[in-house]
């Protein structure tokens, strides 16, 4: 699965779950999700099975600057399955944890801010976030995994 954005700077970057097109850093493994900020550097979410479920800001020549999570959990500073992120006006980044029936939101710094949406708010995992700056609000696409079967709901950010 490739998942295509246009960056801030009118090119398109395609983030592909099998293949690595974009310089990673070696523990990078699995990326999800990529998002290219003003400033020319990634924020990228990675995670499957047993490997590391992060996001990473990383500079411009692909070394990880800071980072979020770790080793696959439930906690507050843990994710299971980072597949999709929204990043706002300000550098707070949206993270949708899939496993964990949940939305992140997370500081500039990449710091645990809290839940946005919590298990019980969702009926499916959440697999796509877009958010609208202008309205402040998340939308947010959740569905059964692996089915068609889903719906989008909207929270105020």
Request: glycine share 8%; with cysteine; charged share 25%.
């Amino acid at each position: 699965m490739a998942v295509e954005l246009l960056t801030h700077f009118h090119s398109v970057l395609v983030t592909c779950y099998e293949v690595r097109k974009i310089k990673l850093p070696q523990d990078v493994t699995s990326p999800w999700h990529t998002v290219q900020l003003f400033n020319g550097q990634f924020i990228v979410c990675h995670g499957d099975r047993g490997d590391l479920h992060r996001v990473c800001l990383t500079g411009s020549d692909g070394r990880v600057v800071k980072s979020f999570g770790g080793t696959k959990g439930s906690g507050s500073q843990q994710m299971d399955a980072p597949a999709h992120l929204a990043v706002d006006e300000n550098g707070f980044v949206f993270v949708a944890d899939v496993n964990n029936y949940r939305v992140l939101l997370l500081s500039p710094e990449l710091t645990y801010v809290r839940d946005v949406v919590l298990r019980d708010e969702l009926k499916w995992r959440p697999l796509r976030l877009f958010l609208d700056v202008n309205r402040r609000k998340l939308h947010i696409a959740h569905n059964k995994w692996k089915s068609t079967d889903g719906r989008v709901i909207v929270v105020n950010v």
